[in-house]
């Protein structure tokens, strides 16, 4: 395993993490950084290789292919989404649930025909209801899983938000319309509207007012959003722009 150290003073942590072997380097400029990193990786890959077919067919043959599939959490959740929509016999399920964990509840309206009246009363009409629960338990799962597995940072940030109101809104709206304010960095996208509490359902409903906060902090960083006095929420959020600015940067360093 290699550690680097990130700092703005290379000569002053140059003294204390040359004590421990681990370290790598010591480095300021977050695209040596990057460089660094993905050589580290690219020589792993290389020594480790494919995963051998035979370590699959073993764990196949000893039934636990099918048991590591039924622990998937989103997979289980998704089962419980089929079965609150009673969709288990459907001939279009795939494709409705599909469409639902990319778009929201909002996206079962094109579906209407398909499904027993009071099943869609029930979940179009209940806010509190089976369908909403599930979805909020399937979106607060992506978030960990495949947002925050590397990313430690965002896992902690979401523990610390999870017990406020606006985290509940903030799930309960991605639940309703799915992907759709994700844009193109889901986690820069949950960061803003947790931090910033102004952010709450009227804004999306105002003309282009989320589309302008995107454009202004994803291109003139945190200072067109004001001054945080709130150092926490200053770097959540530099953090949160890292990841958006981050395939950018591996971009440029493959030129």
Same mark, same amino acid.
């Given at each position: ?34 460089s ?15 995963? %051998?077919? @035979?370590?699959v ?8 292919? *099918?048991? &590591?599939?039924? $622990?998937?959490? =989103? !997979? ?14 459907h ?38 209801g ?18 925050? %597995?590397? @990313? ?10 999870? *017990?406020? &109101?606006?985290? $509940?809104?903030? =799930? !309960?709206r ?82």
């Amino acid at each position: 395993m290699s550690i680097y150290v990130y700092c703005m003073n290379k000569e002053t942590n140059e003294k204390w993490a040359s004590k421990y072997t681990k370290v790598k380097a010591v480095v300021v400029q977050l695209d040596e950084l990057i460089s660094r990193i993905m050589t580290d990786h690219n020589i792993k890959k290389t020594i480790e290789g494919p995963l %051998s077919t @035979n370590s699959v067919t073993a764990r196949a043959e000893a039934g636990k292919f *099918d048991d &590591v599939a039924d $622990d998937d959490p =989103l !997979k289980l959740v998704k089962n419980e989404i089929i079965r609150v929509l009673d969709l288990e016999e459907h001939e279009t399920k795939d494709e409705i649930i599909n469409d639902l964990l990319e778009n929201g509840r909002q996206s079962l309206s094109k579906y209407k025909q398909e499904f027993a009246p009071k099943v869609y009363k029930a979940a179009m009409h209940e806010n509190d209801g089976p369908l909403i629960k599930s979805l909020k338990k399937y979106f607060e799962q992506l978030w960990k899983i495949e947002y925050g %597995s590397s @990313n430690q940072w965002f896992i902690l940030f979401l523990k610390e938000y999870k *017990d406020t &109101v606006h985290y $509940d809104s903030v =799930l !309960k709206r991605t639940a309703e319309y799915g992907n759709k304010y994700s844009k193109d960095s889901p986690i820069l996208s949950i960061v803003l509207q947790l931090t910033l509490e102004s952010i709450d359902d009227t804004f999306f409903d105002e003309k282009n007012a989320f589309n302008d906060l995107w454009c202004a902090i994803t291109s003139n960083g945190l200072k067109s959003v004001g001054d945080f006095s709130n150092k926490k929420k200053r770097s959540v959020l530099l953090q949160a722009l890292c990841e958006y600015h981050r395939p950018k940067l591996f971009e440029l360093l493959e030129k």
